[in-house]
T-cell receptor
Framework: DQQVKQNSPSLSVQEGRISILNCDYT??????FLWYKKYPAEGPTFLIS?????DKNEDGRFTVFLNKSAKHLSLHIVPSQPGDSAVYFC??????????????FGKGTLLTVNP | SQTIHQWPATLVQPVGSPLSLECTVE??????LYWYRQAAGRGLQLLFY??????ISSEVPQNLSASRPQDRQFILSSKKLLLSDSGFYLC????????????FGEGSRLTVL
């Protein structure tokens, strides 16, 4: 049972335009959502997060929106740059056993930004 | 500052051979430690996590095991590798802040032939 779904395996956008990456989840117990960026042969790096008590978080060119009723979140990148080309993972966490968080990841979306 | 390292970066092993991947974290104490795997065409799957020395929780039944002999050392092992064990293995750590943020190592590419 896939609790975090990224239904678009790939996305291609033009430099300067907006990139919108989508993510859906099924577990209503998730209380924190994160986006990670991954280049080939490297570990993922944290990009931006949002708590379940908020509906928007912005950090520079990156904004994450959360729609709890729809169990949907999205990552907006504007303007998109060629260096943004990478795989983007959506992740969600449920607090378990004290301070330990376990992340459930989606399958990722490959973003390609064309010059 | 905190750093995380895992090795080896690349490994090619025959079916039935043993495996040992190591991960160490510096600059923090009592971290939560994790092993994830990214198989071809799949997302990141949590394999094991540890909240302290000798404390290991397994997320999925499999051919692998994990150990935490020291506070900042996490080891992934197998006695006999299967073809299906091929993948990109990632060690990660988190602290006690009230977030779910993980910090990942560089990854280890395992190919089982």
């Amino acid at each position: 049972d896939q609790q975090v779904k990224q239904n678009s395996p790939s996305l291609s956008v033009q430099e300067g335009r907006i990139s919108i990456l989508n993510c859906d989840y099924t577990n209503s117990m998730f209380d924190y959502f994160l986006w990670y960026k991954k280049y080939p042969a490297e570990g993922p790096t944290f990009l931006i997060s949002i708590s379940s008590i908020k509906d928007k978080n912005e950090d520079g060119r990156f904004t994450v929106f959360l729609n709890k009723s729809a169990k949907h979140l999205s990552l907006h990148i504007v303007p998109s740059q060629p260096g943004d080309s990478a795989v983007y993972f959506c992740a969600a966490s449920v607090r378990s056993g004290g301070s330990n968080y376990k992340l459930t990841f989606g399958k990722g979306t490959l973003l390609t930004v064309n010059p | 500052s905190q750093t995380i390292h895992q090795w080896p970066a690349t490994l090619v092993q025959p079916v039935g051979s043993p495996l040992s991947l190591e991960c160490t974290v510096e600059g923090t104490s009592n971290p939560n430690l994790y092993w994830y795997r990214q198989a071809a065409g799949r997302g990141l799957q949590l394999l094991f996590y540890s909240v302290g020395i000798g404390q290991i929780s397994s997320e999925v039944p499999q051919n692998l095991s994990a150990s935490r002999p020291q506070d900042r050392q996490f080891i992934l092992s197998s006695k006999k590798l299967l073809l299906s064990d091929s993948g990109f293995y990632l060690c990660a750590w988190s602290d006690d802040r009230n977030t779910g943020e993980l910090f990942f190592g560089e990854g280890s590419r395992l190919t089982v032939l």
